[in-house]
């Protein structure tokens, strides 16, 4: 699949990895700004019970 997708990608080789690193770096972007923080409260393992006061 990325073999696919770097060899449509326009241009000579300089250009196409300079354009391979700006997409991979979009990729986490997103994934960092709207997917995970998404996702974070559907797991379960985020939940923290230090400092919890429980009641009596």
Do not use: C, K
């Amino acid at each position: 699949m990325y073999a696919w997708i770097f060899r449509h990608l326009p241009g000579p080789l300089w250009l196409r990895l300079l354009i391979s690193v700006l997409l991979v770096g979009l990729v986490i972007l997103v994934l960092m700004e709207y997917v995970f923080p998404w996702a974070n409260q559907f797991v379960p393992w985020t939940d923290s019970t230090i400092g919890m006061v429980l009641p009596r």
